[in-house]
């Protein structure tokens, strides 16, 4: 009974996920159980969608309540909005879009950076347990950002303000300065981080699909560059285990899986959607199940 339309009254709240492809994800399973455990009277549907912005106009006039955004319209998502929370705003990206109830206006923000920050930082005080709760176990530490899309940005940005210091990594060079000017940080090409190696302990984030099913065998850096990181995150969930979190693994290194991030979005994002604490246990029994 994942999408029961049966359920679906007038007051019934629509929501969805927008992106291409979208027969991957998992946000359907884990928005759905969240809404019925808590009993909200909602449902949310993927959505398939080529053009956001003909997607929105198509259905401006709808009951359509809130929206995730996932790969490749996290950009495209900010231009359709009609206010954008400030930090959505900087990165130039949004990750999810509420529709006000006093004035039917679309409000869009960018939890990406809340989810994927809160599991780095989890896992660095996990293995580093001298760190105070208060200060940030990212500060002072270099950290490399590989890709300058939406949650290359969300990445950056985030590391940024926790004090860490960015080194954008991306494949094509112009927009990895253009992102790491804006932080204050440095810039270089994916070609160069293979022979990127300035000191040891850095932390690395794979923002790109690199490795992503089904090309599960491509990895955004060789194994042998990986030996100097102390923790390596990846923003891709299918598969769990990509060939990057496998290699660094085997290199020592702590690894943080797309997963994390992705139910850290789903609580804050579960949260506005509904107005009510997410179901947090939930939320990751579900996931468990899909994967
Ligand atoms: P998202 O919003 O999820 O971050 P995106 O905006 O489409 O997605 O960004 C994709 C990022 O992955 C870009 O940084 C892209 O690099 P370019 O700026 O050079 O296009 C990177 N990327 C995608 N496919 C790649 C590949 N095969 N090799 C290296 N980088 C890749």
Redesign the pocket.
Known sequence: DLYNFRQIGVDTKVHGVIGNPIGHSKSPHLYNAAFKSLGFNGIYLPLMVDSVANFIKTYSSTDFVGYSY???H??AGLECCDEIDPIAKEIG?ISCMIRRPTDGKLMGYNVDYLGAIAAIEEALRGSNGATPASASPLAGKLFVVI??????KALAYGGNEKGARVVVA???YE?AKQLADKVGGQAIT?VELKDFHPEEGMILAN????GMKPRMD?T?LPKEALKRYSLVFDAIYTPKWTRLLQEAQECGATVVFGTEMFINQAFVQVERFTGLPAPKQLIRDVLARNT
């Not at 923002?207 to 690199?210: G, Y």
């Open positions: 996932t790969i490749p996290k950009e990206a890709g300058a899309g939406g949650a290359g991306n494949r094509t927009k994916l923002t790109t699909s690199v491509d955004p």
